[in-house]
């Protein structure tokens, strides 16, 4: 891509040399070090972004995976409203593009966050509407629709500016339709998701910006994580999609059940990051960490696809 693209599509002079250099010859450790703290999008959750380096990596995929109902779309909602905020309120100034493909996206749960979240900048009416017109929906409910709408996100980045891509979800479009019990099925499927795999880290590396991605769990009987998806009541609870896609990711955050109340959040794979794990709820300002910079504890990781998962568990009411 040329310069003048890059510059409409509001990346810096400097970005843009270093990202046309990038694309043409080999670089040095040097220069991508000296480029990293620009390469970085701060998410509001200062414990989060410290045990990141410096938040969630740009050029690159990171994923957000987890149980039903327990804050993926409350995150991607709260990074789209970050998004857009000015930059010295440690935002990025730029719109987001929202891939919806399980309708979950909710305008009015956006602009409750952005009001909780920044009381005094989104005081004014105008100030929201801008937020709210800088996101971008696109709600894509097959494998082909996504797959279309991503060979054309290069236009609309440029187009709108964007500084954040986000898909919610990956995975509930591809396992809706492979049914990978038959056969062919997990071979098609994974090609699938390695050819979305690659156009988004094309798109990722080209505009130097975050993309996040969400997906689901699945179960997997004796814990091989190349297997196929089945959802069953015995066997290891991980993230869904398999090995392949797993090597995919850059970075891959759990999120998951603890006691109680408690929800928290796994760091499970990250080129720079320790595994770690911080503690959240969810209120009206979005995603919360526990206490003022929250709590960090640092624990022993395994294969990032093969990380066990706590989800909800039930209640048996009939016992005393
Ligand atoms: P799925 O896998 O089904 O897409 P998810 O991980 O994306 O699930 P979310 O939709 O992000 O889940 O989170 C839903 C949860 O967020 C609710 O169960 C509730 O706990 C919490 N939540 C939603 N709105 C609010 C709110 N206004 N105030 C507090 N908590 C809220
Ligand atoms: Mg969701």
């Not at 919806?100 to 004014?124: G, K, M």
């Not at 290891?236 to 929800?263: C, E, K, M, P």
Request: charged share 20%.
């Amino acid at each position: 891509m040329g310069s003048r693209l890059l510059k409409r599509a509001g990346i810096s002079p400097k970005t843009c040399e270093q990202l046309k250099r990038h694309n043409i010859e080999s670089c040095k450790a040097l220069e991508l070090w000296k480029h990293y703290s620009d390469s970085r999008f701060l998410t509001s959750l200062p414990a989060l972004d410290k045990v990141l380096r410096g938040g969630i990596p740009c050029g690159a995929i990171t994923e957000v995976t987890g149980p039903f109902g327990c804050g993926k779309t409350q995150l991607c909602m709260m990074l789209s409203v970050v998004t857009t905020l000015p930059k010295e309120l440690g935002g990025l100034d730029r719109s987001v593009i929202y891939i919806d493909t399980e309708s979950a996206f909710s305008a009015e749960r956006l602009v409750e966050i952005a009001q909780n979240r920044f009381p005094d900048y989104f005081s004014s009416r105008e100030k929201v509407v801008q937020m709210a017109g800088r996101v971008h929906i696109f709600r894509e409910m097959t494998c082909q629709d996504v797959f279309r709408r991503l060979e054309k996100l290069e236009e609309i980045l440029i187009a709108t500016k964007a500084g954040l891509i986000i898909l919610d979800s990956v995975a509930s479009v591809v396992r809706k339709e492979f049914d990978t019990t038959l056969p062919g099925n997990l071979l098609l499927r994974s090609n699938v998701l390695g050819e979305e795999a690659t156009t988004l880290k094309y798109l990722a590396h080209q505009f130097n910006i975050p993309v996040v991605v969400t997906n689901q769990i699945t179960t997997q009987i004796g814990g091989q994580g190349s297997g196929p998806d089945t959802e069953g009541d015995s066997g290891i609870v991980t993230a869904a999609l398999g090995n392949t896609w797993a090597h995919s990711v850059n970075t891959r955050f759990i999120l998951q059940y603890g006691d109680g109340h408690q929800r928290q959040l796994l760091v499970a794979k990250s080129p720079v990051a320790p595994f770690a794990v911080l503690n959240y709820t969810i209120q009206k300002e979005g995603f919360c960490m526990n206490g003022n910079d929250g709590e960090v504890t640092l624990y022993e990781g395994t294969d990032p696809s093969l990380q066990a998962i706590r989800v909800r568990t039930l209640i048996n009411l009939d016992t005393p």
